[in-house]
């Protein structure tokens, strides 16, 4: 397996900033696509934003404007860039890296924004 660990979340108010960091035990370049989801409570997950290997991107449109993913395949590592953060962003954020055969979900970690 290549764990997934992300970390950065934490406690922000409205309009405020984070940066989330999702670091993989091995090469990122072995993944198709890695993305950042977010669960908050009572609700499913959903996809916040996603790079492929080519460096491609795709947002939520309730992102958009606000969140950038980016990688960094020298340090196996993604990104995203939160900002002008807002109550409805407060939410377990888990990274993803999917494979043509599996795909590896990290822990997750808390962003919560308050107003």
């Known amino acids: 397996q290549v764990p997934l660990v992300e970390s950065g979340g934490g406690l922000v108010q409205a309009g405020g900033s984070l940066r989330l960091s999702c670091a993989a035990s091995g090469s990122i370049f072995r993944f198709n696509a890695m993305g950042w989801y977010r669960q908050a409570p009572g609700k499913q997950r959903e996809l916040v934003a996603a790079v492929t290997s080519s460096g491609g991107t795709n947002y939520a449109d309730s992102v958009k404007g606000r969140f950038t993913i980016s990688r960094d395949n020298a340090k196996n590592t993604v990104y995203l860039q939160m900002n002008n953060l807002k109550d409805e962003d407060t939410a377990v954020y888990y990274c993803?890296?999917?494979?043509?055969?599996?795909?590896?979900w990290g822990q997750g970690t808390q962003v919560t924004v308050s107003s």
């Open positions: 993803r890296g999917t494979t043509d055969s599996y795909d590896y």
